[in-house]
């Protein structure tokens, strides 16, 4: 059935929402940047994300079970596990190599809309969203062992990350089943049918069937969430961009019912209310980012010109919480040059230690909790 034209109110907040993206997606071709604020928006959707599932996760712990989730204290262990599996099926959804085998067999993007993304230009973005022109044969893969996006092999691997990180179990045994598989298809196909429509409007409508409850299949309502962001970016083809759905879902929940409860109209304006207000708000986070990197260099001071540190302040964006080992590990470097830089942004107050024991500490960068 082919969606009504949209009312006035929903193409002035249409408007608002595309120009609040567009000027998103021109911070975001500054590659530093955008790694930055992707990591960091990994972040909060998985805690966020697990708010909303009833978890309640501590900041802490969340930020431990990012390194390791062996490492929590055992009394929120699980909790952080929850939000650590969401963590993981966020980085997957964003391009990162999804735990488990790689993508075996070649599928298309499903849809028509996903078959005019094929053509958009080749802009620089970490979703690895461009793909061969429809004359050429599709690789099995994007080439690191990632299957290519839009397809149920991607949402399947989305899927075996947030498993994995709940159960600990082997990802090599965990596969879609034969219905799974079939309902994923179907949740893309429909998706893609709503992206058919121009542009953000396309994307409303894919994040009404999204993010909707209750979700349908039950199953994929976490999956849901985190391909939203994708979907959006499909819509609006600014691949540079992904904008986590869940921190306004729980910020904004009451909102949220009263839009859902009054009709499909104004529940459509609420949602492009809210990409607006996401895409001002990662902009406001991408500028609080680079303010923390350049306060940290003024923290630690001129050093000399074979300093790490500049390596080290970088590398938190995208691990926040470390120990001395694994930034050892990370720099190649012995372990007490590692416990020296460790120290040192321990006194200047960019990192602090969270466990207090003698073996194993873990330190938290402070300005990047979520």
Request: glycine residues 6%; aromatic residues 6%.
């Given at each position: 059935?082919t969606p009504a034209p949209?009312?006035?109110?929903?193409?002035?907040?249409?408007?608002?929402a595309?120009?609040?993206l567009?000027?998103?997606?021109e911070?975001?071709r500054?590659g530093?940047l955008?790694a930055r604020?992707?990591?960091?928006?990994a972040?909060?959707?998985?805690?966020?994300?697990?708010?909303?599932d009833?978890?309640?996760?501590?900041?802490?712990?969340?930020m431990?079970a990012?390194l390791?989730?062996?490492?929590?204290?055992t009394?929120?262990?699980s909790?952080?596990?929850?939000a650590h599996a969401?963590?993981?099926?966020?980085r997957t959804?964003?391009?990162e190599?999804?735990?488990?085998?790689?993508?075996?067999a070649a599928e298309?993007?499903v849809?028509?809309?996903?078959?005019?993304?094929?053509?958009?230009?080749?802009?620089e973005?970490?979703?690895?969203?461009?793909?061969?022109?429809g004359?050429?044969?599709l690789?099995e893969?994007?080439g690191?062992?990632?299957?290519?996006?839009?397809t149920?092999?991607?949402l399947?691997?989305?899927w075996?990350?947030?498993?994995t990180?709940?159960?600990?179990?082997?990802?090599a045994?965990?596969?879609?089943?034969?219905?799974?598989?079939a309902?994923a298809r179907?949740?893309?196909?429909?998706a893609d049918?709503a992206?058919?429509?121009?542009a953000?409007y396309?994307?409303?409508?894919a994040?009404d069937l999204?993010?909707r409850p209750p979700?349908?299949?039950?199953?994929?309502?976490?999956l849901?969430?985190?391909?939203?962001?994708a979907?959006?970016?499909?819509?609006?083809?600014?691949?540079e961009?992904w904008?986590?759905?869940?921190?306004t879902?729980?910020?904004e929940r009451t909102?949220?019912?009263?839009a859902l409860s009054a009709?499909?109209?104004?529940?459509?304006?609420w949602?492009a209310n809210a990409?607006?207000?996401a895409?001002?708000r990662?902009r406001r986070?991408?500028?609080?980012?680079d303010q923390a990197?350049?306060?940290?260099?003024?923290?630690?001071g001129?050093?000399r010109?074979?300093s790490?540190l500049?390596?080290?302040?970088?590398f938190?964006f995208?691990?926040p919480?470390l120990?001395?080992?694994?930034?050892q590990?990370h720099?190649?470097?012995?372990?007490?040059?590692?416990q020296l830089?460790?120290?040192?942004?321990?006194e200047?107050?960019i990192?602090r230690?969270?466990?207090?024991?003698?073996?194993?500490?873990?330190?938290v960068?402070?300005?990047?909790?979520?």
């Amino acid at each position: 059935m082919t969606p009504a034209p949209p009312s006035l109110p929903l193409l002035a907040a249409l408007l608002d929402a595309e120009r609040a993206l567009g000027r998103l997606a021109e911070a975001m071709r500054d590659g530093e940047l955008r790694a930055r604020i992707w990591a960091d928006a990994a972040r909060r959707e998985a805690f966020a994300g697990a708010r909303l599932d009833g978890v309640a996760v501590d900041p802490t712990d969340f930020m431990i079970a990012t390194l390791e989730p062996a490492l929590v204290p055992t009394a929120g262990r699980s909790e952080a596990q929850a939000a650590h599996a969401l963590w993981l099926g966020a980085r997957t959804a964003q391009g990162e190599r999804a735990p488990g085998p790689a993508a075996a067999a070649a599928e298309t993007p499903v849809g028509a809309a996903a078959a005019a993304w094929q053509a958009v230009a080749d802009l620089e973005s970490l979703l690895a969203e461009s793909l061969p022109d429809g004359d050429e044969p599709l690789p099995e893969t994007d080439g690191d062992g990632t299957a290519p996006a839009w397809t149920p092999p991607w949402l399947e691997g989305i899927w075996r990350a947030t498993q994995t990180g709940v159960s600990g179990r082997d990802p090599a045994r965990l596969a879609f089943s034969d219905r799974q598989r079939a309902e994923a298809r179907a949740l893309l196909r429909r998706a893609d049918d709503a992206l058919g429509c121009p542009a953000l409007y396309g994307g409303v409508l894919a994040l009404d069937l999204l993010l909707r409850p209750p979700a349908d299949p039950a199953w994929a309502a976490p999956l849901a969430r985190l391909i939203a962001p994708a979907a959006l970016a499909r819509a609006c083809r600014v691949p540079e961009v992904w904008l986590p759905a869940s921190p306004t879902l729980l910020s904004e929940r009451t909102g949220m019912r009263l839009a859902l409860s009054a009709g499909a109209a104004d529940w459509h304006v609420w949602l492009a209310n809210a990409v607006a207000e996401a895409a001002h708000r990662e902009r406001r986070r991408a500028a609080a980012l680079d303010q923390a990197a350049s306060g940290w260099r003024r923290r630690v001071g001129a050093r000399r010109s074979n300093s790490r540190l500049p390596d080290v302040l970088d590398f938190l964006f995208t691990q926040p919480a470390l120990t001395v080992r694994r930034l050892q590990q990370h720099l190649d470097t012995t372990f007490r040059g590692a416990q020296l830089m460790v120290d040192e942004l321990v006194e200047a107050g960019i990192l602090r230690e969270v466990t207090q024991r003698a073996l194993d500490r873990v330190f938290v960068t402070v300005e990047l909790m979520p």
